[in-house]
């Protein structure tokens, strides 16, 4: 999906997710979990995972993060709900983007993939 003219770093997806996040909290249950730190600004973010019977049954994350990295994080675990773990594990940048309908310059796209990283690492431990 492509950007809404004018929708620039902080779309309103980013903002409302940022805001009010879906999938923050603690997951009771969680058999799978991740975290990792981006030494250059600082966010954290941690993904928990609750699998089952070969598919991602639940999905929640914590984190001290900035709005696009939040929204990221929020989207991603959003996205694994539902889908089996070979193809959850497969969600890619491009996955999260669409969702966020934002145009991320270069230098904060590290805010959009930390949690998909996270995410993998969950996935695959």
């Not at 995972?49 to 929204?71: H, K, P």
């Not at 991603?76 to 309908?101: F, I, N």
Request: hydrophobic residues 40%; proline residues 6%.
């Amino acid at each position: 999906m492509t950007p809404a003219p004018g929708a620039g770093l902080y779309s309103d997806v980013i903002r409302e997710r940022w805001r009010r996040p879906r999938f923050r909290g603690d997951l009771a249950g969680a058999n799978k979990v991740a975290e990792d730190v981006n030494p250059l600004c600082g966010d954290r973010v941690r993904v928990m995972v609750r699998v089952a019977d070969g598919t991602v049954a639940a999905a929640r994350f914590t984190g001290d993060s900035c709005a696009i990295c939040t929204a990221s994080a929020d989207v991603v675990a959003e996205l694994l709900e539902g889908r089996p773990v070979h193809e959850a594990a497969s969600l890619d940048t491009e996955d999260v983007l669409g969702v966020l309908q934002a145009d991320i310059r270069p230098t904060r796209m590290r805010c959009v993939t930390l949690p998909i990283t996270v995410m993998r690492q969950a996935l695959t431990t």
